[in-house]
């Protein structure tokens, strides 16, 4: 039973002791922390919202509520507010079973049940594997596979799918641009060009020759497959797999717009469309005719006048397959400029009488590289873009451990929320100081160990002795870790994994609060050394409360790795002190 649950118990007895049981059953009130920590830990709307059906001003009912509260044994008092609002502050005890919750719970604290949701098809980065995977695709690809963990943290059986675009006008432009590289010319109009086109040409050549020479479509499969499995020992092309594992993404399936064709996939669902009229043939073209009042009054081309057909035409049979495959939700990464994408795809499949609102694309906005405030525009290997393997390796560097560049990314990109714009600077993320935000955060989980480890030296464990905490500081945070499971329940069900980002960085800086705080009130959380070496010095000690402490703590650094695990950054247990702040924290 959460801390909100426990106070709802408790306004539901007082509410029946006044006789409004009845009234009171399945009434939605509100239950919040107020804009002030002054006027309470909660506050409720209920009297506001029971008033109508009990035929009493909100203020009487308030006012009786409260009165009705009195020798509650989660609630220590409650104070009417404004013209019903009961603000409420609950006893020590109700945090401390909050926190025994916790610790059962352990890193399940937050997360339902496996397998208890929707089954649920989640399709990102999907970009063109016509080059390396670019910083901007990356973005797409951390929002992603975050989404995909909150929706898995909350019950859902999630499939991650990368769909490829592995036949087409661009297919076929890109062999042909290897295929005058590997000869020393330049690309055809509208092709591809920059280092890591040379260099797989190159790689071909060396591997057979013989390949280069193949029509543009069997040269464009072999191009796909080199850039999907990588160069061998290649920095500029190690890879998109590689890559977006070295990012800590994962697919279960890899979807080929190819095989649609090859299968009939997309034959089958163009006579469907025209057996319903949704076909129009016009200017020697095709085009897909939305329904009625569908809110896309433009014919999209669906087999161009030259005979081949669109990409939209593949999609609209791949979506068509994701149907048929039996999940319940449909979900799509897209960049902000599919800005009509997702109304097409509704459209198609409403005019296939498939149901459409199991559709739901969530798009994100641009990414800005910066160093030291100065715009990066071109990479060092790729020429002509900036890939996610040149960030992250630049930052492995600096860091001197390997995935610190993922860490980075992923921390940055999901800091802002994906309708904003993201300006990631590379210096910054360098630093090994508490100005680089995904450090302090980092580092944050790195002082409670320390912490933990410290106390272990000394022999000193956590112990579950609640009512030794007593401290706001202490209750305070209770309470910011029994409403992960809000958190997380709601970041889920928004699409909007920067709010687990916002939530861990807050718990940081409340648990730094308190550690500055104890230092002014010379109340550590361990003895130190100036107290250790004072004969007899474990008379005056409260181990009780040291025990609880770090039980505490202990609380506080499982749901923080929960929080960073959910976004996909590692939760390190050991950091080097960053200089500046050597004395501001503890870790060993």
């Not at 193949?214 to 061998?232: F, N, Q, V």
């Not at 459209?347 to 739901?360: H, M």
Request: charged share 25%; with cysteine; proline share 5%.
């Amino acid at each position: 039973m959460s801390l909100a649950d426990r106070v709802r118990a408790s306004l539901s007895l007082a509410l029946a002791s006044m006789g409004m049981e009845e009234i009171a059953r399945g009434a939605s009130y509100v239950l919040e922390r107020p804009k002030r920590a002054e006027h309470g830990d909660l506050a409720t709307n209920v009297a506001m919202v029971l008033t109508k059906k009990a035929g009493k001003p909100p203020r009487a009912i308030a006012e009786a509520l409260v009165k009705a509260l009195e020798g509650s044994d989660v609630v220590a008092s409650a104070e009417v507010a404004g013209p019903g609002f009961v603000n409420l502050r609950l006893r020590p005890a109700a945090f401390h079973a909050e926190l025994a919750d916790i610790t059962r719970a352990g890193h399940a604290w937050g997360r339902a049940p496996a397998a208890t949701g929707e089954r649920v098809n989640l399709e990102f980065v999907s970009a063109n594997p016509t080059g390396p995977v670019t910083v901007a695709a990356g973005r797409n690809g951390i929002l992603g596979d975050s989404i995909g963990r909150l929706l898995e943290a909350t019950g859902s059986r999630v499939t991650r799918e990368y769909y490829v675009n592995d036949r087409g006008n661009q297919v076929r432009l890109f062999a042909e641009s290897v295929r005058n590289a590997a000869g020393g010319l330049p690309p055809p109009a509208d092709g591809y060009q920059g280092a890591y086109v040379a260099e797989l040409a190159a790689w071909l050549v060396s591997i057979d020759p013989k390949l280069l020479e193949a029509d543009d479509e069997t040269l464009g499969r072999t191009c796909i497959t080199s850039m999907l499995r990588g160069i061998p020992g290649s920095r500029t092309l190690p890879g998109i797999r590689p890559s977006l594992a070295d990012l800590r993404i994962h697919f279960d399936v890899w979807s080929s717009e190819e095989a649609l064709h090859r299968w009939g996939a997309v034959d089958a669902v163009m006579r469907e469309l025209q057996a319903s009229d949704h076909l129009l043939a016009k200017d020697g073209a095709i085009f897909f005719k939305a329904p009625e009042g569908a809110g896309d009054e433009k014919d999209r081309v669906v087999k161009k006048s030259d005979g081949t057909w669109a990409y939209f035409a593949s999609d609209i049979a791949y979506f068509a397959d994701k149907v048929a495959r039996g999940y319940d939700r449909l979900l799509i990464v897209l960049g902000a400029d599919h800005g009509s994408y997702p109304v097409r795809v509704r459209n198609a499949l409403v005019a296939l009488g498939l149901p459409a609102d199991r559709f739901e694309a969530i798009q994100y906005q641009l990414v800005y590289l910066t160093k030291a405030g100065q715009p990066v525009k071109m990479g060092k290997r790729a020429g002509n873009i900036v890939t996610v393997d040149e960030v992250m390796d630049e930052i492995d560097e600096a860091a001197g451990r390997k995935g610190a560049g993922a860490d980075a990314l992923r921390f940055f990109f999901l800091s802002r929320s994906a309708n904003s714009n993201v300006e990631f600077d590379i210096e910054l993320a360098k630093k090994a100081s508490l100005d680089n935000p995904v450090f302090y955060v980092q580092y944050g989980h790195a002082r409670l160990c320390s912490i933990l480890r410290n106390g272990e030296g000394m022999g000193l464990g956590p112990k579950p002795d609640w009512a030794k905490l007593v401290h706001p500081d202490e209750l305070a945070i209770a309470q910011k870790l029994g409403d992960f499971p809000d958190v997380v329940t709601e970041a889920a069900r928004v699409r909007e994994p920067h709010r687990i980002v916002f939530y861990v960085q807050e718990l940081a800086r409340d648990f730094q609060s308190y550690y500055t705080r104890l230092k002014a009130e010379n109340d550590p959380i361990l003895p130190p050394k100036s107290v250790r070496e004072t004969p007899g010095w474990e008379a005056s000690w409260d181990f009780g409360k040291t025990h609880a402490r770090l039980a505490w703590i202990e609380a506080i650094r499982s749901v923080y790795a929960s929080a960073l695990d959910l976004v996909g950054v590692t939760a390190p247990e050991r950091m080097d002190r960053p200089p500046a702040e050597a004395e501001a924290v503890e870790v060993d």
